[in-house]
Nanobody
Framework: QVQLVESGGGLVQAGGSLRVSCAAS????????VGWFRRAPGKEREFVAA????????YYADSMKGRFTISRDNAKNTVYLQMNSLKPEDTAVYYC????????????????WGQGTQVTVSS
């Protein structure tokens, strides 16, 4: 069993940066792949980025490449999402998820989800 808690969301101006964190409980967290997803008002949940258990492989949605960076510190049971050059369209609730995904961009591949953290980008 893994419990996930996101933090670090908030209000930022367009062009600014924000780092959100996903803290996990459980001694086996280092064996899980972790993904970040987001849901904007009126839209479906969409894939943002993901990272393999060791941190050696990372995956990004095309619109986030070059702006977002995912990383993890398994000693701290934490995964980070650094978001730069933020745009108003990045406004959403950001969720982290853990599992053993064969396809990292698919929400159905994850077993555990956090409650989300709100990110609002003002223009």
């Amino acid at each position: 069993q893994v419990q996930l808690v996101e933090s670090g969301g908030g209000l930022v101006q367009a062009g600014g940066s924000l780092r959100v964190s996903c803290a996990a409980s459980g001694r086996t967290f280092s064996t899980y792949g972790v993904g970040w997803f987001r849901r904007a008002p009126g839209k479906e949940r969409e894939f943002v980025a993901a990272i393999a258990p060791s941190g050696g492989s990372t995956y990004y949605a095309d619109s986030m490449k070059g702006r977002f960076t995912i990383s993890r510190d398994n000693a701290k049971n934490t995964v980070y999402l650094q978001m730069n050059s933020l745009k108003p369209e990045d406004t959403a609730v950001y969720y982290c998820a853990a599992g053993f995904p064969r396809r990292y961009s698919s929400t159905s591949q994850y077993d555990y989800w956090g409650q989300g953290t709100q990110v609002t980008v003002s223009s």
